[in-house]
Nanobody, 118 residues
Framework: QVQLVASGGGLVQPGGSLRLSCSASGNTFTIERMAWYRRAPGKQREFVAVIKRDGRSDYTDSVKGRFTISRANVGATAYLQMDGLKPEDAAVYYC????????????WGQGTQVTVSS
């Protein structure tokens, strides 16, 4: 089992930055990939970024060049550095982890709210 705790959300002005953290505990050595998703009011949850054990990462097109996902602590922590934030980035952000490289994510953290407003 793996437990995930997300943190780092807050209120930021357009163009600002935030760094989200996702701390994993439990059988973290089994994690093959960690990801961030988000859900804006009235919208479905959407994929934001993923990072795999070997360091490969991928992003949804709307955040490429602005967001950076990384892992630390022997893969037990995932970060999402968000720069150049836009109002449309405002959402509840969720971290997820999986022991596999494909398929629905097995483990989810609680959300952390990101608000982008002047």
């Amino acid at each position: 089992q793996v437990q995930l705790v997300a943190s780092g959300g807050g209120l930021v002005q357009p163009g600002g930055s935030l760094r989200l953290s996702c701390s994993a505990s439990g059988n973290t050595f089994t994690i093959e990939r960690m990801a961030w998703y988000r859900r804006a009011p009235g919208k479905q949850r959407e994929f934001v970024a993923v990072i795999k054990r070997d360091g490969r990462s991928d992003y949804t097109d709307s955040v490429k060049g602005r967001f950076t996902i990384s892992r630390a602590n022997v893969g037990a922590t995932a970060y999402l550095q968000m720069d150049g934030l836009k109002p449309e980035d405002a959402a509840v952000y969720y971290c997820a982890a999986d022991r596999r490289l494909i398929g629905n994510y097995e483990y989810w953290g609680q959300g952390t709210q990101v608000t982008v407003s002047s």
